[in-house]
T-cell receptor
């Protein structure tokens, strides 16, 4: 257990509203990730971070921004939510440096109406 | 072409059967390979890493074929509890902090 907490776990919002998902970890892991999971697409990387204030884009970063002001927190923001962003969002941390086991949070289910 | 591709299945097999999944990757310089397991509506969890020489963990065997750019997972003597989605994960060498998932292969083991 890597002590990863995602919040909120469930959220329903309307198109055009901003949404922020929070990932909190207690293991001081350097790397943190945000993935989204949709039927037929599996897990797709949105953004990841390799340290405080160090982030990079993944495969599906359009419409999303992230921030990491502290080692333990990685925030994912949808500036203006769209229905195509309805998904399950998973946060993960990486044990070790670059290679190793990914630990996932329990997921945040977001519905955009 | 996707960086990591898997046959989504589902694979429906009886208890006791042997089943194999393949996963292909497009970046020949990829460095690290893993299999994760995901139960319905749960988060993925590491099943096993895949080493160049192949490796085995109980009923599970993972192999890497760099020449053909695929990894495989073999499950022997399938149990009902093996029913899950199996995700292939690859670390591209261009940025080894970035892990790419295949879409997953669903296995359903029947009594």
């Amino acid at each position: 257990d890597a002590g990863i907490t995602q919040s909120p776990r469930h959220k329903v919002t309307e198109t055009g509203t901003p949404v922020t998902l929070r990932c909190h970890q207690t293991e001081n892991h350097r790397y943190m990730y945000w993935y989204r999971q949709d039927p037929g697409h599996g897990l797709r990387l949105i953004h990841y971070s390799y340290g405080v204030k160090d982030t990079d884009k993944g495969e599906v970063s359009d419409g999303y921004s992230v921030s990491r002001s502290k080692t333990e927190d990685f925030l994912l923001t949808l500036e203006s939510a769209t229905s195509s962003q309805t998904s399950v969002y998973f946060c993960a941390t990486l044990q070790g440096d670059r290679t190793g086991e990914l630990f996932f949070g329990e997921g945040s289910r977001l519905t955009v109406l | 072409r996707k960086e990591v591709e898997q046959d989504p299945g589902p694979f429906n097999v009886p208890e006791g059967a042997t089943v194999a999944f393949n996963c292909t990757y497009s970046n020949s310089a990829s460095q690290s390979f893993f299999w994760y397991r995901q139960d319905c509506r749960k988060e993925p969890k590491l099943l096993m890493s895949v080493y160049s020489s192949g490796n085995e963990d109980g009923r599970f065997t993972a192999q890497l074929n760099r020449a053909s750019q695929y990894i495989s997972l073999l499950i022997r003597d399938s149990k009902l509890s093996d029913s899950a989605t199996y995700l292939c994960v690859v670390t591209p060498s261009s940025n080894t902090g970035k892990l790419i998932f295949g879409q997953g292969t669903t296995l359903q083991v029947k009594p």
